[in-house]
């Protein structure tokens, strides 16, 4: 767990540089963070609600149960929220491309 936090965190500092980042230091453009998540951790989204009129909580899992949570602006901008592993859910699971 702590190798994939240092993992997704180095994740976003690279994103960090390609787009601006706030003072959580863990935002960037959605598209790059969604780009890494894609190439470096086999996820892609299964899931997503407002939390109010501009942001939405989006989950993005992989089949190898990695999860990462983003809140998303209308601006195109996302913050990594949480990430974890050993997510399961059979509604995600068969989301997934190929489960």
Known sequence: MAQ????????AAAALSIGPANAAGQCAARA???KALGENFH???AGR?????????EV???EQGSWTVLASDTKG???ILSVGE?????????????A
């Open 86 to 98: 050993g997510w399961d859910s059979p509604t995600i699971r068969a989301a997934l491309p190929g």
């Open 60 to 62: 993005f899992v992989s």
């Open 4 to 11: 994939r936090l240092m993992s997704m965190l180095l994740c």
């Open 43 to 45: 996820e892609s989204e």
């Open 77 to 79: 901008q996302s913050c």
């Open 49 to 57: 609600g407002l939390i109010n009129p501009n942001v939405v909580l």
């Open 32 to 34: 790059d963070i969604v």
